[in-house]
């Protein structure tokens, strides 16, 4: 933090899960840590080639960070890539080597080489495959359209022109993390959690009955009413339906 630019962190605050009339709007939330935000370069529009100077935890995210370096003097914080090292060099540019960390068009990268912090919108910024451990796949190219297959198992057409980081993201055993005791998860603003069928019927629909007597219903519904399973919620009307060819893998299966 002490060799970070104040420009580069600012003061994460805390909503407590309350709206700005004090009322609670997200239930489980408060009591976490102070903590500062790190302000990552999702668009990575600079051509100077830049050195990795420190590989950094961020408390707000599941991968690690890296601090970058540029031949200017400027400064800038990425999401590290696996296997990427204190003193590598990366570059964000249109003729770019195939290396990991660089940034490169959909285009000017081949067909089978994994990628993350990727474009919906050409120019917008990384909006996809940030978390840990993930990476997505080019598949195959067509013109001006990239097929992409997500880490979720959806296959998805992208603009050529979209930006993405060659490589897989860092810290990819996070998913296998335990928190280890309930005071970790108040200090990390999680509050506890009541169990709908623990509580009286005028507090969740999920309540009452004699002993442990279950849902009680066809479907779970919501402390509001409603149903929380079978009924689908996606946006038939979304833009993205005509850039999906298949859907997301079901873990049902």
Not at 55 to 70: F, H
Not at 200 to 224: F, I, L, N, T, Y
Request: aromatic fraction near 4%; charge should be positive.
């Amino acid at each position: 933090m002490k060799t970070t630019p104040k420009r580069l962190i600012s003061l994460n605050p805390k909503s407590s899960g309350r709206n700005s009339s004090g009322k609670i709007t997200v239930r489980h939330q408060g009591g976490r840590e102070k903590r500062f935000l790190r302000h990552i370069d999702w668009k990575r529009s600079s051509d100077v080639s830049a050195r990795v100077d420190s590989i950094q935890y961020d408390p707000n995210r599941t991968a690690d960070i890296a601090l970058l370096v540029y031949a200017n003097g400027n400064k800038d914080y990425i999401l590290a890539p696996h296997s990427l090292k204190v003193g590598d060099t990366v570059v964000s540019s249109t003729t770019a080597e195939i290396k990991i960390g660089n940034c490169l068009p959909l285009r000017n990268i081949p067909v089978g080489i994994e990628i993350h912090n990727l474009e919906i919108t050409p120019g917008k910024g990384a909006q996809m495959v940030r978390s840990a451990g993930n990476s997505a796949l080019i598949q195959s190219k067509e013109g001006n359209i990239v097929t992409v297959k997500l880490p979720s198992g959806e296959i998805r057409l992208f603009k050529a022109d979209c930006r993405a980081t060659i490589g897989n993201l860092s810290n990819p055993h996070h998913k296998e993390e335990q928190i280890g005791k309930a005071g970790t998860a108040r200090h990390m603003g999680r509050r506890p959690t009541v169990r709908g069928v623990a509580q009286d019927p005028r507090s969740h629909p999920h309540g009452g009955g004699e002993g442990r007597s279950g849902v009680g219903m066809k479907s779970p519904k919501s402390p509001w009413g409603k149903r929380t399973m079978g009924k689908r919620t996606r946006n038939r009307k979304s833009y993205s339906n005509k850039l999906i060819i298949k859907r997301r893998t079901s873990k049902n299966k």
